[in-house]
């Protein structure tokens, strides 16, 4: 019995909101590792953009609830999601046009677009402050909870009990969704097809008769979706501030060089383990030792190596070792 009172209690704290937190992630690190595969630059506009598209969804979000639509126990949110993943679209694909197209014409050097990137970053975050503002904003509605914490108990006798909100369960369900669709994408459609190509050997890619225009413009495409539907499960798991997001950037990032950057497979690995790392460190293990251990033995402290303050520290300090001893990744990088 007490085995088991642990086991929920890990559970409850760390296994499920690191999945969450790491489908999450995924989505992200996934957007981050095309646009390096395919366009070849780190995009360090992301996480803003990501904000963009999580604001469009809010604001399409209020405007329906103020209107009386609803899909309880679903939130509303899911019903603004493909205006906010056009929107973002929109976003991507004049951003590409205005900037990026450019630096490509004339070959720049990595850095350079990186350095064109911080610039959209900036430009896109002060944005979003000043259309929505610079402080939370909770866009949830519908039923909060699948099962409560209580209910377990109940249901099972134990002392410990499990919750899951319907963000977790949305959340790995969408997600689970949106990776099988882009696996699918690039495996098997000649337009997917083109793109791995295109990312492999851009001259040879040319020589086929492959339009690199067309595989820039669905890279977007793709991207677009990917960081609108993360920002938007992750406003729902949580809340939606600016800030936040920006701050996303470096878990996002170091799950993508962690896992290979340019690798999808190894963005998703990534992230699962950026956020168990990040949840696991930070969070305090006493209440499950002592379901453990005899009483003699039961720790004094709280057995939490980090505040949930430096939970970013976690994925920077990987990100460091990854860079000095296997600067592939867990999988081979650099390929779509």
Do not use: C
């Not at 679209?89 to 990137?117: C, E, H, N, Q, W």
């Not at 896109?124 to 909770?138: C, M, S, T, Y």
């Not at 595989?215 to 495409?221: A, E, F, G, K, R």
């Not at 709280?302 to 990987?318: C, E, N, P």
């Amino acid at each position: 019995m007490e085995i088991l009172n642990a086991l929920v209690l890990l559970a409850n704290f760390v296994l499920i909101p690191a999945i969450s937190y790491g489908s999450q992630l995924a989505l992200g690190a996934l957007g981050i590792t095309l646009i390096y595969g395919i366009l070849r630059f780190s995009h360090f506009a992301h996480g803003d953009v990501m904000a963009f598209g999580t604001m469009l969804v809010i604001l399409v979000t209020w405007a329906l609830q103020s209107a009386g639509v609803s899909i309880d126990p679903l939130p509303t949110a899911l019903l603004a999601l493909p205006i906010g993943i056009i929107g973002t679209a929109i976003l991507l694909l004049g951003t590409d046009r205005v900037v990026y197209r450019f630096y490509r014409k004339v070959r720049a050097a990595p850095i350079v677009v990186v350095m064109a990137s911080l610039g959209v970053m900036f430009v896109v975050n002060g944005l979003v402050r000043f259309i929505i503002g610079p402080n939370d904003q909770n866009f949830a509605d519908g039923a909060r909870f699948l099962f409560t914490v209580r209910e377990f108990r109940d249901y099972t006798g134990l002392d410990e009990g499990m919750g899951i909100r319907y963000s977790q369960m949305i959340t790995v369900a969408i997600t689970a969704l949106v990776v099988a669709l882009l696996f699918w994408f690039l495996n098997r459609t000649r337009t997917g097809k083109s793109m791995r190509a295109y990312s492999d050997n851009e001259d040879l890619a040319l020589l086929s008769g492959i339009n690199p225009e067309r595989v820039v413009t669905v890279t977007w495409l793709v991207v677009a979706v990917l960081v609108t539907v993360a920002g938007t499960l992750y406003g729902l798991d949580k809340s939606f501030k600016p800030f936040t997001y920006f701050q996303l950037l470096l878990p996002m990032f170091a799950a993508a060089i962690l896992g290979g950057l340019g690798n999808p497979l190894g963005a998703l690995a990534g992230a699962f383990v950026i956020a168990l790392s990040e949840v696991g460190v930070t969070y305090a293990f006493r209440k499950f030792f002592q379901y453990l251990l005899p009483e003699s033995m039961e720790p004094s402290s709280l057995l939490q190596l980090l505040s949930t303050d430096y939970k970013f520290a976690v994925s920077f300090v990987l990100l460091v070792l990854v860079l000095l001893f296997r600067p592939t990744g867990l999988f081979k990088g650099q390929s779509v």
